[in-house]
Every structure is written in C-alpha cells, then in structure tokens.
C-alpha cells in the first residue's frame, strides 16, 4: 500500500512522529530510536510554564538536542514541548525555546496528572475551548509561520463532548497541525484507542490530524489510517516495545522488504542505554531504566521477559551489564 495524499495543507512532510514520555523517552531514548531510523520527528517531554520566564538550562536539560541544533544525533528535529494555561508565560518561553534553536513547538493538552491539572495545565483545559485558543494564539504570535506549531490533544476530559470544539480551536488560533490521542482523561491509557473520534475530528479540521493511541504494530497502523483517515501517526509505548516499528511501518509503506529486529539485535540497546547513562547517573537508577525497559520490550520478545527475570533482583547496573 503506498500513502494517499492528504489534501489537507501539509507542515509535516512524513509521518511518523515518536511521542513524548515523561521518564521514558528521554534524549538517550530518542537516539537510539531515531538511529533506528523511521521518524520523522520527535517531540521532547513537557516543560512545565508557570508563571516565569524559565532559564535556558531547564530546555537544554529536557531537550539536550538544542545543544546540536535540536536534532537527535541522527538529524532527526525534536520538537519541544510546552505545558502550561497561562497564554503570556506559554508565549514567553515558547519564544525561549524558538531563541535556543527548538525547531517546533507542541504544547501538552493531554497531561492527566493531578497536580498539573490543578494548576490549569494539562488535559483540565479541555473542559475550556476558549481557553485552549488563548493559549495557542499567544504562543503562535511569537512562533513565526515557518516553525511548526502543534497542539496535543486528549478527546476531552471526562468525556468527548468537546473533542471537535477544542480541535477547532487550536485550529483558530493558527496551529499547524493537531495530534490528537484517542483517549479521554478519564479514560487514561485503556485500550482501544477511540480512532472513530479521530476520523471525526479529522473530517472536522482542514489542518492535518495526527493520529495517536495503541498503534502498535504495522497492522494497527493500517487500520489506524484507515479508520481515522489521517495520513500522520504518533506513537508512544510501541516504540519503546518494539524499537524498529517506525522502520517496519516506512518499509511497508514503501513496500521494500524488511526483516524485524531480533532480540540479538535489541540486546545491546539496553546495554547502549545503560553505558550512556554511566558518566551522570547513578548505578541503581541506571538499573531501573534497563528494568522499565525490559518491561515494555517483554510484550514482544519473550528473550526480555527471560532477561527481566534474570536481573529482577539484581540493582547495580555494573552486575546488570554481566548479565546483559
Ligand atoms: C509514561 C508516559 C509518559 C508520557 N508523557 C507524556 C508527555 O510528557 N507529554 C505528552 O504529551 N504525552 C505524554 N504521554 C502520552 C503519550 O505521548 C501518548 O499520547 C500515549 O501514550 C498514547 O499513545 P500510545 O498508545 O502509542 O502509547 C505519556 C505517556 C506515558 C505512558
């Protein structure tokens, strides 16, 4: 199958974005994918904006790549992402972000946690199309026309009532393109993703709708695509389950033949993972990440689950390493 085009105005030249994770996909993670290869770009894990200007420091840590010209050392763009409801302080530091060389800007619509959402940021301002716009204006007044500019959306908070409404909005206020994960608050990370909502969003909008939520396989994505009608996919927990997903997906849609990754093959990413974490981190903390990881590639390799059982009791990456 070869991808249709969209007629939608496009900003996003491809189509397969990896998703931010708080704790998850850091700038170590999103090297290693991307060297894998098969996104088009990357989205960094939320700055939270509250009511200052932040330092450079506080962008430069969550999204390292502003150091070499906000690309993985693969040269894929990391886009970075804000999160916050106040539109001046939103601008403020979406304009920090452009000065230090972030090469888009996403702002976080999705973010279920309590303590973000009592502090009127996150997935609470979808109850708030209005609010959303003002925000997304602000931030677009000072991200010129030639940056991306997206909006991540959850389908509402404790229902989908004004999944169409927000999607609008962000629309209105000058947005690029929308991602759009399939899920409402409330429904946190439950499987299925709703991809109907998606198709009705994206039937509703002329700006392009990237599709997100449980496209965890080359068959999900085509069926994906073929529910929502969007041309463009974020994908989250799958990429860190099956690490060449993006690669499987671009070979499909290229129709060149692909052979998986083995476990052999994933094996030394976690060593890779490991070893880059060594200079900063502590033993045990790098332990956990090797542990967090093995849990998500255990859906897929059954050598991970072996590999998890092996080092569960084991907290010192240095012993880990031997094992590995
Ligand atoms: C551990 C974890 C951390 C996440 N952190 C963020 C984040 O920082 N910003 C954001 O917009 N979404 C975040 N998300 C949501 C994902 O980007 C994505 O929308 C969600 O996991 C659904 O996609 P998936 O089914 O492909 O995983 C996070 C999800 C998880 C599981």
């Known amino acids: 199958m070869t991808v249709g085009v969209n007629p939608k105005q496009r900003k996003i030249a491809m189509n397969i974005m990896l ?18 290869g098969g996104y088009h770009s990357c989205v960094s894990e939320f700055v939270r904006v509250t009511d200052s200007l932040l330092p450079a420091k506080v962008f430069r840590r969550i ?3 502003l150091n070499d010209a906000g690309s993985t050392p693969a040269g894929t763009p990391v886009t970075v992402q804000l999160l916050g409801g106040n ?13 230090l060389g972030a090469p888009g800007i996403d702002i976080n619509f999705g973010c279920p946690s309590r303590l973000v959402n009592r502090k009127a940021g996150g997935a609470i301002l979808l109850k708030n199309p209005a609010h959303i716009h003002d925000v997304v204006k602000a931030v677009r007044e000072v991200v010129a026309t030639d940056i991306p500019l997206s909006a991540k959306l959850r389908l509402g908070y404790d229902n989908t009532d004004l999944a169409i409404d927000n999607a609008l909005a962000v629309q209105a ?30 039937e509703s909008t002329h700006i392009p709708v990237v599709a997100n939520g449980d496209i965890n396989s080359v068959e999900d994505y085509l069926r994906c695509r073929q529910i929502s009608g969007c041309d463009d996919v ?16 671009r070979s499909q849609q290229q129709d060149i033949a692909y052979k998986p990754m083995t476990w052999d093959e994933i094996r030394p990413l976690l060593l890779q993972m490991g070893q880059s974490m060594e200079a900063t981190v502590k033993d045990k903390h790098i332990g956990m990440r090797i ?6 590639l255990k859906r897929d390799y059954i050598e991970a689950q072996r590999c998890f059982e092996n080092i ?5 990456f240095s012993e880990i390493k031997n094992i590995l």
């Not at 539109?87 to 000065?99: F, G, H, R, V, Y």
Request: proline share 5%; aromatic share 6%; net charge positive.
């Open 63 to 65: 999204s390292p790549e």
């Open 291 to 296: 542990k967090q990881w093995l849990v998500y």
């Open 173 to 202: 206020a000058g947005a690029d393109f929308i991602t759009v994960h399939a899920r409402t608050r409330a429904d946190g990370y439950k499987s299925p993703a709703r991809w109907g909502w998606l198709a009705r969003i994206n």
């Open 234 to 249: 974020m994908i989250g927990r799958g990429a860190i389950a099956t690490p060449d997903l993006a690669k499987q997906i």
């Open 312 to 316: 569960r009791k084991i907290s010192s």
């Open 87 to 99: 539109p001046e302080t939103m601008a403020a530091n979406a304009n920090k972000a452009i000065e």
């Open 19 to 36: 998703a931010p994770m708080e704790g998850v996909v850091d700038h170590r993670m999103r090297e290693i994918l991307t060297a894998i």
